[in-house]
C-alpha cells in the first residue's frame, strides 16, 4: 500500500514535469499553444497574459519539482496546497471556457486533467492518515 507522503510526491513529480512544460509553451509559442487548446486566436495583449500565465506555471512546475522529495514538511505542504488552489481554477475556468469556444476535445481533456489532478491533492492532503503503532 503507498503512504500519503509517497501519493503527495508522485502527484507534485507529475505536477511539475506538467506544469513545467505548459509553462515552458506558453512563453516561447503562446499563440500556438492557445490556439491547440482553445480553438481561439491570441489578440492584442493575449500573448503577454499568456506568457506571464506561463511564467506563473513554470514558477509552480519548479516548486511542485523541489517539494516533490519532502512533500510532508510545511513547505511541501503549502506547494501541494497552492498546487491544489490552481488546479480547482484551472478545471473550473477550462470547463466554463469549454462550450462556447469551439476549443473541443483538447480543452475538455486538459480540464479533466486538472479535476482529477485536484482530486489526488485533496485526497492526499485531506483524507485518512496511516496510523504507525509500535509493535
Known amino acids: 500500500h503507498i503512504t500519503t ?30 490556439e491547440f487548446l482553445l480553438r481561439a486566436p491570441l489578440d492584442g495583449a493575449g500573448p503577454i497574459v499568456a506568457r506571464l500565465g506561463g511564467g506563473g506555471l513554470l514558477a509552480l512546475g519548479i516548486a511542485c519539482w523541489f ?25 473550473g475556468v ?3 471556457a469549454y462550450p462556447p469556444l469551439p476549443g473541443g476535445v483538447a480543452a475538455l481533456g486538459a480540464a479533466i486533467l486538472h479535476g482529477l489532478l ?5 485526497a492526499a492532503l485531506f483524507g485518512p492518515r496511516e496510523v504507525h503503532t509500535n509493535r
Open 5 to 34: 507522503s509517497v501519493l503527495l510526491g508522485r502527484i507534485l513529480t507529475a505536477g511539475a514535469v506538467l506544469e513545467a512544460a505548459v509553462g515552458l509553451g506558453l512563453l516561447l509559442a503562446p499563440s500556438a499553444l492557445v
Open 67 to 91: 517539494a516533490r522529495l519532502t512533500p510532508s514538511t510545511t513547505a511541501g505542504l503549502g506547494v501541494a496546497r497552492a498546487f491544489l488552489a490552481y488546479n480547482v481554477v484551472a478545471c
Open 94 to 96: 477550462l470547463i466554463r
Open 118 to 122: 485536484a482530486i489526488a491533492l485533496l
